[in-house]
C-alpha cells in the first residue's frame, strides 16, 4: 500500500490497534529525538517501541506519560521570552513523546488518534529546526512517515 | 539625582493626569484592594496591597501638585523618590502586578488602579527600573517587531506545517479580505494548532480571512513595559496593514493584552479612529455561534472548566460568549468559584511571565488558582490566552496537578466536522 498524503495517512493511522500506533509513534519521534537531549523523551519513546510486543503496562505508560509531560512543559518558549528555535524543536519533541506513551484510556477520548498527533508534533520539531537554521520551510518529515507507515503496512 | 532617575521623575510628573490626582485624593485607605489582589491573598504580606504599590508615585504627586506637599518639600521635610526605591518598587510594580483589574473593580471610590500602575510603569521604564525581561522584549520588539523575536519565515513555516496539518490553504496578505488575523508570538512558538483551528472554522463560516505579512504580531510589548511611544509603535503597525488590505475586522488572537492594546486603546494610541473593527477570536466564535456558521457535532464528556483571562473578561466585557461556546461543545462543564468577571488571574499577565525572577511569587500566587481548581475538581481546563495556558500548566505541573489545558478555539474546532465527511 502506497501513502501518497495526508488524508490517507491519517486514515492508516487512526486504523492501526493502539500498541502499532505506538510503536510506529516512536520510529516518527526517533527521526527527530537529536532536537531534545531530554532523557525523560528518551524513555518514553523506548517504551512506546516496545508496546507492539505486549511488554509494556499501563502503569508504566501513566509514568513514562507524566515523566514526558513535565519535560514539555519547562520547554515551553514564555511569553517575552527570546525564541530560541532549536530548543523549541525540543519541545515538540517531548511533546511527540508524551503523544506517544498517552494511556490508553486518555487515548480514546482524543478525536486525533495518538500516532497522527505524534507525527504532526515531530513534524513541528523539524520546522523549528529549519527556522533556527533559516533553510526554508521545506520539512521532509511528512514523507518520510509516509515510507514508515508503509513499512509498516506492507510487513 | 542620576539622569536616568531625574527622566524617570519627570515622566512620572508628566503622567500625574486629572484621574490620577483624584484617585489619590479619593482613596479611604480600606484596604479593599489588598483582598482583591492574588500576591497579597496568598502571600499575607501587606506590601503586595496595590494602592501601596504606588507609594513613590503618591509622593511625588504630593510634593509637586499639593500645597502642603510643595511647603513641606520647599523645607525639607519630605522624603525624594530615589534611584534606590524606584529599584526595590521594580517588584511590587511589575513582578507582582499582572494588570489583572480585579483591584479596580472591587474599589468603593472607583480608583483605577491598574491605570495607575500602568502610568507608574512608564516612569518606572523611563528611569531604567523595569526588569530585564521586559526590557528584552521591549527592545526586540522594536529592532525585530516581535517580543518574542519571531519573523516572517517562521510565521511562513509554520502556515506551512499548518496547511500539510490540516489540509487548507493560509491566506497572505489578501486584499479585501474579511477578517485580517493576527497572531501573538507565544501562538507562533508554542502553539501552531490555533491557526489549524482558525483555518477550520473560518473554512466551514465561509468567511474570507488573511494574516498579514506586515503585521502578523498582536503582542504589545509597548503595554507591558509602560511605554505609550512602544505600544502607538505596534498598534500603527497593524493600523497600517489593515489599512493596506482592506480589512473589515481584525481578530485579536487568545492573548490578553493585544486585544486591550488593540480593542481598547489603540485608536487612542494612534490619534484617530480606526476604519475597521477589532474584535477577540472569542467575540468572533459567538457572532458565527449566532448565526449559526458554528456547526459542531459530537461533545466533550469529561468534567471540564473555564479559566478567565481577565483582560478578556474583567477589563474587556467578555463574558458570556466563551460559555455559550463551552456549552455548545461540553457536555460537563461546570464554574470555578468566582468565574466570569472576577475570575482571578493565572499570575502571569502583564508581562509577569516574562520575569524570570519572580517565578517563585507567580507560584505561589498560583495557590489562588489551585483553590478555585480544587473545588470543582474539572478533568481538563479551557481557557482562551495564550499566555494563561502556559502560566496554568507550570503551576499545575508545580503542585502535581495532572489537569490538561486546552485553548478554547481549538477545541470548537476539533468538533468541526472534516469537510466532505
Known amino acids: ?155 | 539625582m542620576s539622569a536616568s532617575l531625574d527622566k524617570g521623575v519627570r515622566v512620572l510628573k508628566e503622567v500625574i493626569d486629572a484621574p490620577i490626582a483624584s484617585y489619590f485624593n479619593s482613596c479611604v485607605h480600606c484596604g479593599l484592594c489588598a483582598e482583591a489582589c492574588l500576591f497579597y491573598t496568598e502571600t499575607g504580606d501587606p506590601k503586595y496591597t496595590p494602592i501601596h504599590k504606588l507609594e513613590p508615585l503618591r509622593r511625588l504627586y504630593e510634593q509637586e501638585y499639593t500645597l502642603l506637599g510643595r511647603a513641606k518639600k520647599a523645607l525639607g521635610l519630605s522624603k525624594p523618590v530615589t534611584d534606590a526605591e524606584l529599584a526595590e518598587w521594580q517588584e511590587l510594580v511589575y513582578n507582582s502586578c499582572t494588570l489583572c483589574g480585579r483591584c479596580s473593580v472591587v474599589c468603593p471610590v472607583g480608583n483605577d488602579i491598574v491605570y495607575m500602575v500602568r502610568k507608574f510603569r512608564e516612569g518606572m521604564s523611563a528611569s531604567g527600573n523595569a526588569p530585564e525581561g521586559i526590557k528584552g522584549a521591549a527592545n526586540r520588539t522594536v529592532t525585530l517587531g516581535s517580543p518574542m523575536g519571531v519573523k516572517l519565515p517562521a510565521v511562513k513555516a509554520q502556515m506551512r506545517h499548518v496547511e500539510d496539518d490540516t489540509g487548507i490553504p493560509i491566506p497572505l496578505d489578501v486584499e479585501g479580505a474579511e477578517y485580517m488575523v493576527m497572531l501573538s508570538s507565544m501562538e507562533i512558538i508554542n502553539f501552531p494548532e490555533y491557526l489549524g483551528a482558525i483555518a477550520k472554522i473560518m473554512q466551514q463560516a465561509g468567511k474570507t480571512w488573511t494574516l498579514c505579512s506586515t503585521a502578523f504580531e498582536a503582542t504589545n510589548a509597548g503595554m507591558q513595559i509602560g511605554n505609550s511611544d512602544l505600544a502607538r509603535v505596534i498598534v500603527s503597525r497593524i493600523v497600517d496593514g489593515a489599512e493596506r488590505l482592506k480589512v473589515k475586522t481584525v481578530i485579536s488572537p487568545e492573548c490578553g493584552h493585544a486585544y486591550t492594546a488593540l480593542r481598547w486603546e489603540g485608536a487612542n494610541l494612534v490619534g484617530r479612529p480606526f476604519t475597521f473593527e477589532v474584535k477577540h477570536i472569542i467575540e468572533v466564535l459567538g457572532e458565527f455561534q449566532a448565526a449559526g456558521l458554528l456547526k459542531t457535532e459530537g461533545k466533550e464528556t469529561d468534567r471540564l472548566t473555564f479559566h478567565d483571562p481577565c483582560q478578556l473578561a474583567r477589563r474587556g466585557g467578555v463574558i458570556q460568549q466563551q460559555r455559550s461556546l463551552m456549552n455548545q461543545v461540553a457536555a460537563n462543564f461546570v464554574e470555578m468559584p468566582d468565574a466570569g468577571f472576577m475570575n482571578w488571574c493565572c499570575g502571569g499577565g502583564g508581562g509577569a511571565s516574562a520575569i524570570e525572577e519572580g517565578e517563585e511569587l507567580r507560584l505561589e500566587a498560583f495557590k489562588k488558582k489551585k483553590s478555585q481548581l480544587d473545588a470543582v475538581k474539572p478533568d481538563r481546563l479551557v481557557t482562551a490566552c495564550a499566555n494563561c495556558r502556559i502560566v496554568l500548566e507550570e503551576g499545575l505541573e508545580h503542585y502535581q496537578m495532572d489537569i490538561p489545558v486546552i485553548g478554547l478555539t481549538e477545541m470548537i474546532a476539533e468538533h468541526i466536522p472534516e469537510q466532505g465527511a
Open chain 1, 1 to 155: 500500500m502506497a501513502i501518497q498524503n495526508d488524508r490517507d495517512f491519517k486514515a492508516a493511522l487512526t486504523a492501526l490497534e493502539v500498541p502499532q500506533q505506538r510503536a510506529l509513534a516512536a520510529q516518527f519521534v526517533r527521526r527527530v529525538q537529536g532536537l531534545s537531549g531530554d532523557p525523560r523523551v528518551l524513555t518514553a519513546v523506548e517504551l512506546a517501541a516496545r508496546a507492539a510486543f505486549g511488554t509494556v503496562t499501563e502503569a508504566e505508560l501513566a509514568l513514562a506519560a507524566q515523566a514526558a509531560n513535565t519535560a514539555r512543559v519547562e520547554s515551553f518558549t514564555q511569553c517575552g521570552k527570546e525564541t530560541d528555535w532549536t530548543a523549541q524543536a525540543g519541545h515538540f519533541v517531548a511533546k511527540a513523546a508524551v503523544a506517544c506513551v498517552r494511556p490508553a484510556a486518555e487515548a480514546a477520548k482524543n478525536t486525533e488518534s495518538l500516532a497522527w498527533d505524534a507525527a504532526m508534533q515531530a513534524r513541528m520539531a523539524r520546522t523549528c529546526q529549519t527556522v533556527a537554521e533559516g533553510s526554508g520551510t521545506d520539512n521532509p518529515e511528512a514523507i518520510e512517515q509516509y515510507r514508515l507507515l508503509e513499512a509498516l503496512l506492507n510487513s
